[in-house]
């Protein structure tokens, strides 16, 4: 089945560095990967829509300076979390669309495929 | 953005017994998904059940789904002391979108 694989799993980092977390999808190719925010006990919250070949849409709220995507092929997006800081410490999770599932009514009908997550925590 | 709220916030149940988590949403779907998270853990996923579908079953689950009333339910029977964990529906708008994740029902059941 689809594996999507999210790297790494968890990272301790102090603040003000910056810290990469990708995102991979494996045997399928995803021209758009999601990613989410989770914070202790709280649902995910969606960041951002990545897109290949073009710039990530932002939700609200979310400081596209501080969180850069970049999704440069069809099976990698990468989120850096730049001059992180404590409360930047949380579970982000991404996810991935099959391209070849089609983005039509019946075609959308399938599970995305989610990453295993990412533990951040800033000291 | 989050779709709306899911009840109960929490449950506790014995196992053998039946839990029942329902999930509100407010704008227009092309399925929804039920996904189950362990603690620290990753998602996993449950159940599809499309715009079109109002019960479809799979193992020990059962979902329902009103359209008309933007709800939907997921049913678990016979509860082991494995399937405590958070619980949360996320709803597909279809067209290559985002899920958007309700807030979660966390599920606890005693042996």
């Known amino acids: 089945g689809a594996v999507v694989s999210q790297h790494p799993s968890w990272v301790i980092c102090k603040s003000g560095t910056s810290v990469k977390i990708e995102c991979r999808s494996l045997?399928?190719?995803?021209?758009?990967m999601f990613w989410y925010r989770q914070f202790p006990k709280q649902s995910l919250m969606l960041m951002a829509t990545?897109?290949?070949?073009?710039?990530?849409?932002?939700e609200q709220g979310v400081e596209k300076d501080k969180f850069l995507i970049n999704h440069a092929s069809l099976t990698l997006s990468t989120l850096t979390v730049t001059s992180a800081h404590p409360e930047d410490s949380s579970f982000y999770i991404c996810s991935a669309r099959d391209a070849s599932r089609g983005q039509n009514i019946g075609g959308s009908n399938q599970p995305q495929h989610f990453g295993d997550g990412t533990r951040l925590s800033i000291l | 953005s989050q779709q709306g709220e899911e009840d109960p916030q929490a449950l506790s149940i014995q196992e053998g017994e039946n839990a029942t988590m329902n999930c509100s949403y407010k704008?227009?779907?092309?399925?929804l998904q039920w996904y189950r998270q362990n603690s620290g853990r990753g998602l996993v996923h449950l159940i599809l059940i499309r715009s079109n579908e109002r019960e479809k079953h799979s193992g020990r689950l059962r979902v329902t789904l009103d359209t008309s009333k933007k709800s939907s339910s997921l049913l678990i029977t016979a509860s082991r002391a494995a399937d405590t964990a958070s619980y949360f529906c996320?709803?597909?708008?279809?067209?290559?979108?985002?899920?958007?994740f309700g807030k979660g029902t966390t599920l606890s059941v005693s042996s």
């Open positions: 704008t227009s779907i092309n399925n």
């Open positions: 990545s897109n290949e070949g073009s710039k990530a849409t932002y």
């Open positions: 996320a709803t597909d708008a279809g067209q290559g979108t985002a899920l958007i």
């Open positions: 045997d399928f190719q995803a021209t758009t």
